[in-house]
Structures are given as structure tokens and as C-alpha cells.
DNA sequence: GCAGGTTAATTCGATGCTTGAATTATGACT
DNA sequence: AGTCATAATTCAAGCATCGAATTAACCTGC
């Protein structure tokens, strides 16, 4: 429900500001044939982005024997935003700035397996004030901080969290760090911020449709339909770990059967192997490096269970294509990293047999360019993406101007 | 990327056309209220449609002793849509006024059970001629013609049909019809349209995030997100019926293997039957007397056979519960309905035991409104919903007014 | 039947935004 | 230094919305 004539400014700033940020540097004509508005529009509308500080001109490219074209681009150091990533064992903590350079950076161990709401909160809060300090940013100089965050997050008035593995329901987390700090919170599921990465800096640059799959010792994934990530109704979409891909097949940790996580979240995948070989422990001290011990390993036994476990997430990312028609799907996660690097064209091998034809063709599945670590980075984007469909609008209040008479 | 202050007038027109054709009879200051519009522009704006005959008065409702309100709604006359439903065995062709009253229809089987595209064209052709004569409507009356068709409609500048099962691959259906007739040409996937009139009419009114699942001899859905349609990169999103539900299972006429539609496909239903007594051939000369029957049936076998239905159904379900966390699921088909009206208390059950438990309870699964008829109905929305999109905007050319000095 | 009250709808001046054409700015080439 | 070419800015004109004031339509009570 638009309305006013001020909303077509908004919108307009904040189709050139969009231009700017995300793509490459441009003059004000480049902006002008780009977005269809007339000449005179894209100055006036850019002058009031430069006063703003928002923008700023970068260089001079001559043109054929005419006046130079000024570049612009986004001021990157106009303000700066706070990624936080609150894993299920450690909380990262990074400030960059408004080209996603990052100043510092916070890790912090949870103080628990089954951490508690407040202390959670508390770890976050500290982490804040020693990032900013050791970057040297004052809290004024924050646009905003996003925070990605383990388990589902509804939004609403005031975001919530629910994480079942841990007792959390509804943890109102959105409130509490308010609570601890006047600057804006962005809250959001952890595995969508690291979508929201992979979309805008990494292997899904460019692209309208896509699915950034998350395959850790669990799996997710992240939908982007139409340039943004799809939330459903209540923000819970997207949780392709827990979809049925063998009927009354293992046992999965939310309750259900043959949950593709239970083949091939890196947990499953070393049951598989322990049970293969015939029940004996697998080698490695944790996860990953069992994990890199099967990938390592190249007996027969080893092998099968990668070519199993390369037929169910083929088959997981057939349904994908199948149902979301994108144009790109890309396998994040640190064991999906180890799986992709050893055997991506077999999981494409798998997907192809599995999936129809016609959207298959379409789309290109790829490894992804980012690490976990990009969780935060993609958290750090809320702040940006809010900025840019606002178009920066200062939310100026409505100014009382008493023209002087000429 | 939006540009002028004309867009903003086509905006608010289509705002107001929505909220008067999707919403009941409202008065100029409803509009307002809900559109958030000055009363000052709703009046302007609702006097140009008045005065292109779009919108009517309707009636007067006394307000407490003041002036009565005038209600406003949409002129169900002022023009006419047509829905084809070009299904695998007959086509249907209908119109509608705009209230979407059907006011004639045709009805023809289709000549070959492998139908050539250029055959299909001339009795689509055939019967847009002979239902316009029946409804004794013009030409020039009529707004646009929706087209539901089977198979894969890959959107373009012109729509193409894939249906792999027949042979039909890129068939530009949506030139082909161009050639023959100057209405306008809209072309869809007729599980959509379905989905399209399920959302508007049926049993999805007023919902934002849902799923209309389509059981039929084969098993298909429409997604609708942000109350929109979603289609994916080139328009085949949602096939539902060939994802994988039991890996490595029973093969699918797709070529993949363990595919939903594999289980639960009226078609599927009665080969799990026939198997379960042991080889000997279902009663019924055709599916759907077929389907009655082992409906009917009573006996352990078939209801063994019923239960596992119920199951696969379910878990295919529980699926999309978890993948667009949706506000609404529809279960909608012929099959769909002859399973819903027997079981569908227990479909729900097997969906939630197999569903995440806090997206389950956001969603309500019922069945759906509207018959397969619908498909045609769904397809006659299509004109209407860019009706509605572009404001109704007359497109008319810059008009050269010289206004006569007063 | 007429004044006063109440709510609905329209009118109109003020304001803000985009456009398109004209103007100014900036540099290369001769 | 003059001419050409391209980029950026300026400015009057045209649209669209808003808000306040005005007009319209009907009710109630005396």
C-alpha cells in the first residue's frame, strides 16, 4: 500500500544507492540509463547522497574526447556494521565497515553445551563493546548490528528464537539485547545470513534464484527466490534437513524418520561409516577430522559410504530443483566444503538422474566461496540490505523550514 | 526499478481496484482508511474509474445519522474474461463476466490422446469462437483469455509448453494462439491456475503463504508465497509430485525413483492395490471408479493400502510444512478430494508426526473448495490479476489536451 | 417544515517529485 | 585559441498527493 510522492523519492534513492553498492563503480549517466530516470533526477538525487556522505566520487574515466565521467561509488567509511555469529559453541563478533571490510574480530567460546538465553546475551553484549573498542569505532559511527543465530527466528514486532535441541522456545533474544543497547538489532537464523553471504559476495553473486545449502553436523538451507530469502509464513522455511527423503528410514534428532539430515549431516555420515564398519569407532577426535579421515581413507568401505552419501544429497538437491526451479545451488557448510572439494561432479551425477530434466538444465550447482566464518558477514549485511530498501532515507523528521524571503 | 510520478498515480489505481475487487463493497472513506490514501485522491481516483466504467456505485448504507456512504465495487459487466482449461484428454473453455460468473462453456474432447500442438491450437481456437457466440458476447468485450495447460509453461517473451510425457518439447503455444485471435493470450501451468483460484475463491482466501497440492492421476502444486505465485527461474517450480519421498523406491514415469507421485498418484494408488492383492486386477473400469472403490472397500487390504497412502501423503506434506513453512496447505485434485473426504483427519496426523512441531502448528490443512473445473477458472484470473497489477492503467497514449482558456 | 447536528464526498491551494530541454562544465584535438 | 564531444547541472512545466475548507446528503427534534 504505497502512497505518497515522498515514498518515489525513497524508492528512487534507494534504487541508486542499490546500483552503487552492488555493483561496480558508475557515473551518474551509467545510473541514469540503468534505472531509467531522466538525467537531471539522478543528480539531484545523487547530490543529496554525497551531502549525506553516503556516497562519494571515485576517479575520473575520460570519455572519447568529452568531459570525463565522475565515478561513484558507496563512501565505504560513511559508517560501519557488526556481524555477530552465536554458533552452538562459540560466538564471533566482527565490525566492518561499509564495504564488508572487516576492522575487528571477537571469538568467544560458549560458556555452555546448553547455554542460557541471558548468559548468551551477555556474551554478546561484551563482545560488542570490546569489538568496537579494539577497532576504534564509536557506537555513533554503527549503522546497525546483525546477529545470526542457531535455530529458527520468527520475526515479528520483536524477533524470537526457537531452538529445540536446546530448550529454547520463543526466547525473546531480539528484546533482551535491546535491552543491553541502543543500537538497532538485526536478528536472523544463522544458515540465511549465511545465504545472504554467499548471494551477494560469493557463489551466488548475480543471481535471482538460488539455494545455499548448509551441510554441517546438520543441514539447512537458505531460499532465494526473486533476489530474496524466502521466510514463509512465520520465518521457518527453508528447513531442507528435516525433509522426508527415506520413507520411515533412521531415526532424526527432531523426531522424525529418514530426514535427509540423518544421511547426510556429517553426524550421520560417521554413523553410517561406524555401522559399515561393523561398528567399530571411526578414527578422528571430533567431527571434522573423522570426517577428513573418510574422505582420506579410499578402502572400499569408505568408499561406499561416500557414494551413498553422495545419492542422498544428490537426491536432497534434485528435490531442490525440482521444487524451487533455481538458477544456481550452492553447497556451504564445512562438510559440505570436505564432500564438494572430494566429489561435487558425483553429487551433480546424482542430482542429474534424480531430477526432471528441464529445471535441471538450468541450474549450475557449485561449492561455496565463503566459509562458516561468513555467517557473520552475512549478518552484518542486515543492517546494509535495511539501508539500501530504505534508500537511506534519513527519516528525517518532518523539518520545520521558515524559507527566508529572498 | 520504478521512475515517475505517473507510476505512483498507476500504483494507487491498483491498490484501490484490488481492495474493491478482492475485498467487499466499500465506501470512498474505507478506502481511504485501509489504503491510507487522502480522502481527497481516493475521490479522484475512484471518479476516473467510475468514469471508465469500471467501478459502480452500489447502493447507500446510513452512518448514524449522517450523510449515507455510497459503496463502490467493481462493474461485473464492464468487460469479460475466457479460462481454458487444455487438459491431457478434453478441453474446457469458458467465460466469465468479471465477478467471474461463468455465462457459457464449452466442452470438447481432444482428438488424439497424443495431441499435436497445431490441433490443439484450432479447437482452443474453435471454442473461444463458438463460447463467445453462446454468451453472446463480442470481441471487444472481452479483456483477456487465460490458458491452463498441462505440462511446463517456461514464461518469456513468449510462453513455451514442455510436457515430456507427450512428446511436447518448447511448443510456443503462446504464438501459435497469437496468430489465430487478437485477445490478449495468458498461459499458465493448469495446476497453478487451479492454485490461482483455489487462493482467490476456494480455500485459500486471504492467505499470504500457501501450498495448493494437486492429487490427480499424477500429483502436482502450486506454491504461493507473499501471496503471489512463485515460479523460479524459468517458471517450473513446484513440482511436488517428483520429488523423492522413498530413495531408490518404486520407479516414476519421470525416470527417477521413490518420487511422491510414484505413491500417491491415483494412478500409483491403484498399482499399490493391485499388488497387494496379490496381482488380481482392481475393480472399476477407469481411476476414478477404481479409486471409489477401494475407497469403498472396507477389507484389511485395502485399508492397509489406504493407510500407507495416508502416510506417504502425509510425509509429502510434512515436506512442505518444512520447506515453505506455509500458512495454508490445500489438498486439492480429484484424488485429493475422493482421499481428503475419507481421511484427510488422518493425513494430518501422519503430516504432523513427520513435520517440524513449531512451522506444523502455524499451518492448516484442508481440502480444497473448488472442482477441477476450477482449472479454467483459475486460468480466466490471469487477465484479471494484470488487471488489477497494472491499475487498470487505459495505457492511453500521451493525450494532446489544449485546454481552452477560460 | 425548518434549524442544527452528523457524516460523506468534493474542491482547491500548497508542496514535492520527475521530466526534458537548455545551459554550463570539462577535457581532447587541431 | 578555437572547435568538438561528452558529462553534469539548472530550471520551468506537468502530475500527483495532502490537508483544510467547503459542499452534499441525511437524521433528529421541536
Known amino acids: 500500500m504505497r502512497r505518497t510522492v515522498r515514498d518515489l ?15 561496480d563503480p558508475q557515473s551518474r549517466q551509467d545510473l541514469g540509463r540503468t534505472s531509467g530516470l531522466s538525467q537531471g533526477t539522478v543528480s539531484n538525487v545523487v547530490g543529496e547522497l554525497i551531502e549525506e556522505g553516503l556516497v562519494i566520487e571515485a576517479g575520473l574515466v575520460d570519455s572519447d574526447g568529452g568531459r570525463p565521467r565522475t565515478l561513484l561509488r558507496v563512501n565505504p567509511g560513511h559508517t560501519h556494521v557488526i556481524g555477530v555469529d552465536v554458533g552452538e559453541t562459540r560466538i564471533r563478533v566482527e565490525v566492518f565497515d561499509l564495504a564488508m571490510r572487516p576492522l575487528a574480530t571477537v571469538v568467544q567460546p560458549l560458556a555452555s553445551a546448553r547455554p542460557d538465553p541471558a548468559a548468551v546475551v551477555e556474551q554478546v553484549l561484551d563482545g560488542l563493546r570490546e569489538v568496537l573498542r579494539r577497532a576504534g569505532v564509536g557506537e555513533g559511527e554503527v549503522l546497525g548490528v546483525g546477529v545470526g543465530v542457531f535455530g529458527t527466528v520468527e520475526q515479528g514486532a520483536e524477533a524470537t528464537v526457537h531452538a529445540q535441541t536446546i530448550g529454547w522456545d520463543a526466547v525473546p533474544l531480539e528484546r533482551m539485547l535491546r535491552a543491553g543497547t541502543t543500537l538497532p538489532i538485526y536478528l536472523e537464523n544463522g544458515a540465511k545470513t549465511l545465504g545472504q553471504a554467499e548471494l551477494w559476495f560469493g557463489a551466488g553473486r548475480g543471481v535471482q534464484h538460488a539455494v545455499i545449502t548448509l551441510v554441517g553436523s546438520g543441514v539447512g538451507a537458505a531460499v532465494i527466490s526473486n533476489g530474496a530469502i524466502s521466510r514463509g509464513a512465520t520465518s521457518s522455511a527453508g528447513e531442507w534437513g528435516h525433509t522426508c527423503l527415506v520413507y520411515d528410514g533412521r531415526p532424526c534428532r527432531c523426531g522424525s524418520r529418514g530426514c535427509l539430515e540423518a544421511y547426510v549431516g556429517a553426524e550421520a555420515i560417521l554413523d553410517r561409516w561406524k555401522a ?9 577426535r571430533d567431527e571434522e577430522s573423522s570426517l577428513a579421515a573418510l574422505l582420506a581413507d579410499g578402502g572400499p568401505v569408505a568408499e561406499q559410504v561416500l557414494a551413498e552419501t553422495a545419492g542422498y544429497l544428490g537426491a536432497g538437491m534434485a528435490n531442490l530443483v525440482n521444487l524451487f526451479n533455481p538458477e544456481r545451488i550452492v553447497l556451504a557448510g564445512w562438510a559440505g566444503h570436505a564432500l564438494g572439494r572430494r566429489m561435487l561432479d558425483r553429487i551433480r551425477d546424482e542430482a542429474r538422474e534424480r531430477a526432471l530434466r528441464h529445471p535441471f538444465g538450468q541450474t549450475s550447482i557449485q561449492l561455496g566461496r565463503l566459509g562458516l566464518d561468513a555467517v557473520a558477514l552475512g549478518a552484518a549485511t542486515l543492517p546494509v540490505a535495511d539501508l539500501l530498501a530504505r534508500g537511506a532515507a534519513t527519516d528525517r523528521a518532518p523539518v520545520l523550514r521558515v524559507d527566508a524571503p529572498a
Open 9 to 23: 523519492r525513497r524508492h528512487n534513492r534507494s534504487v541508486l544507492l542499490s546500483s552503487l553498492y552492488l555493483g
Open 276 to 284: 559399515a564398519r561393523g561398528g567399530h569407532a571411526v578414527p578422528g
